[in-house]
């Protein structure tokens, strides 16, 4: 879905409410999926998981990073 930090933030900044709703469930959807492969001790599709996860993360919080860091942007 993202290849950045950037990305993320640049579609939060223009995504609906309705596409919230979606990236909070996508981002919930890759943190379960990242328990289980910790389980599996599949660390290399945890990291991948936890990393969606993090980009669903910024881009629900693309104004609050946006504000807190303008230099990035």
Do not use: W, Y
Request: overall charge negative; proline content about 1%; charged content about 30%.
């Amino acid at each position: 879905m993202f290849n950045s930090t950037e990305e993320a933030v640049a579609f939060g900044l223009q995504v609906s409410e309705e596409g919230r709703i979606t990236l909070r469930r996508l981002r919930k959807t890759h943190l379960q999926n990242f328990d289980l492969a910790m389980d599996k001790e599949d660390f290399d599709q945890a990291s991948i998981f936890a990393t969606r996860a993090q980009f669903c993360r910024e881009a629900l919080e693309a104004i609050d990073i946006v504000k807190s860091n303008p230099e990035l942007f």
